[in-house]
């Protein structure tokens, strides 16, 4: 989700632009609707981790502790709707429900180092900060190149070339986190060849 989360705060508008840029759903729309997809990609990672976390307290049967973290969590959400949605209207709500989430998983984080502390979370953060500086890297190149074209935002040529440089943005983090070894990236490629060849099985069966 490391590249995911970068190339979406550049290229929002060309891919809802490309996708529901349409009929009734004009400029304003796409750009409405882009400014939240953006606050909504600052929180994915924690999202994610979110998930993990829970499942990891539900294995050490320990359902009460990522249910009151989710409370305060929604009691933050609640709060940060309010004071955001102020000044940033609907894109205020998704940021207030990304920083939610980030304090809901740096929470339950914290709480299961206490519990497990066998857990490697020096060793993760590298990995994650590791992942973020080859995503940040990937998205400048793919950004810098895409505004070097000058080309009209509103446009459905512009929107579908911004797509495809994101498109590219990600190729770029996954070749560079395989040169760099990063776990996730010989995972995804074993995972891929692992689908092809039970596909190819069936297939022949």
Same mark, same amino acid.
């Given at each position: 989700?490391?590249?995911?989360?970068?190339?979406?705060?550049?290229?929002?508008?060309?891919?809802?632009?490309?996708?529901? *840029?349409? $009929?009734?759903?004009?400029?304003?729309?796409?750009?409405?609707?882009?400014?939240?997809?953006?606050?909504?990609?600052?929180?994915?990672?924690?999202?994610?981790?979110?998930?993990?976390?829970?499942?990891?307290?539900?294995?050490?049967?320990?359902?009460?502790?990522?249910?009151?973290?989710?409370?305060?969590?929604?009691?933050?959400?609640?709060?940060?709707?309010?004071?955001?949605?102020?000044?940033?209207? &609907?894109? $205020?709500?998704? &940021?207030?429900?990304?920083?939610?989430?980030? +304090?809901? +998983?740096?929470?339950?984080?914290?709480?299961?180092?206490?519990?497990?502390?066998?857990?490697?979370?020096?060793?993760?953060?590298?990995?994650?900060?590791?992942?973020?500086?080859? +995503?940040?890297?990937?998205?400048? =190149?793919?950004?810098?190149?895409?505004?070097?074209?000058?080309?009209?935002? %509103?446009?459905?040529?512009?929107?579908?070339? *911004?797509?495809?440089?994101?498109?590219? $943005?990600?190729?770029?983090?996954?070749?560079?986190?395989?040169?760099?070894?990063?776990? %996730?990236?010989?995972?995804? =490629?074993?995972? *891929?060849? $692992?689908?092809?060849?039970?596909?190819?099985? %069936?297939?022949?069966?």
């Amino acid at each position: 989700l490391a590249p995911l989360t970068f190339l979406l705060i550049p290229f929002a508008a060309p891919t809802i632009g490309l996708i529901l *840029g349409r $009929g009734k759903f004009d400029a304003a729309a796409v750009d409405l609707t882009a400014h939240a997809l953006v606050m909504f990609a600052i929180g994915l990672l924690a999202v994610a981790a979110l998930n993990v976390l829970q499942r990891a307290f539900y294995a050490l049967s320990d359902s009460v502790t990522p249910f009151v973290v989710g409370v305060v969590t929604m009691l933050i959400h609640i709060l940060l709707n309010l004071i955001l949605m102020q000044s940033l209207a &609907l894109a $205020g709500i998704a &940021l207030s429900a990304s920083l939610s989430s980030i +304090a809901g +998983a740096l929470a339950l984080t914290l709480l299961l180092a206490r519990r497990v502390p066998r857990i490697d979370f020096i060793g993760l953060g590298k990995l994650v900060l590791q992942s973020a500086i080859v +995503a940040l890297a990937s998205t400048l =190149v793919v950004t810098g190149l895409f505004a070097s074209l000058n080309l009209a935002g %509103e446009s459905m040529s512009a929107r579908i070339i *911004g797509v495809a440089f994101a498109a590219g $943005g990600g190729a770029i983090y996954f070749i560079a986190a395989l040169v760099l070894r990063i776990p %996730e990236s010989r995972m995804l =490629v074993d995972l *891929g060849f $692992g689908f092809l060849r039970r596909f190819k099985r %069936e297939a022949s069966t």
